[in-house]
């Protein structure tokens, strides 16, 4: 049977990007997005819900997003999803937890001014990734962990 592993999230940062290095020098970011869903129920009501997603960032893309991007500010994310797993040190219990490996990210300028007004009535229009946000992931799901030797600094 085939697989397929892609997922594509447009949100804000719940915080600003936390940027590290391996010891082997490859930058690492976490981000989190929030990202909404609206509706009507069935008496008429609006309703809202809202998704709270890890995301890890590797090489250049981290810097270029810890660079520029900051909390509250919305974000365009195509990835492929992974499920981290880890025994907790007090319980010894197994824990487990589904976030998204980044592989390319567009900027999405929200067009929202810092004086807190509403915005403009022009569409929002978004600006391109840095070429190295666009270069596909390696196969074999390597960029989905450090380089070998390489411990994850979070």
């Known amino acids: 049977m085939a697989n397929f592993n892609k997922v594509i999230l447009a949100g804000n940062l ?18 989190t997005l929030a990202v909404n ?10 309703k809202e819900e809202v ?16 660079q ?3 909390k509250g500010r ?17 319980t010894k219990q197994k824990q487990s937890k589904l976030k998204v490996v980044l592989e390319s990210f567009s900027f999405i ?15 929002p229009r978004s600006r391109p990734a840095p070429a190295a946000a666009g270069a596909p992931a390696p ?6 962990a450090p380089p070998e030797g390489d411990d994850v600094p979070f």
């Open 37 to 46: 869903r609206t509706w009507k129920s069935e008496s008429g009501e609006n």
């Open 109 to 123: 300028d929200s067009n929202r001014g810092d004086s807190g007004g509403g915005g403009s009535a022009e569409a």
């Open 74 to 90: 919305p974000l365009l994310v195509e990835g492929r999803l992974k499920q981290d797993t880890w025994e907790d040190k007090n």
């Open 51 to 66: 998704s709270f997603v890890d995301v890890d960032v590797w090489g250049r893309q981290a810097e270029v997003i810890s």
């Open 14 to 31: 719940t915080r600003d990007p936390e940027l590290r290095y391996t010891p082997k020098g490859t930058a690492v970011a976490r981000i």
């Open 68 to 70: 520029y991007m900051k």
């Open 139 to 144: 196969e074999g799901g390597e960029a989905d």
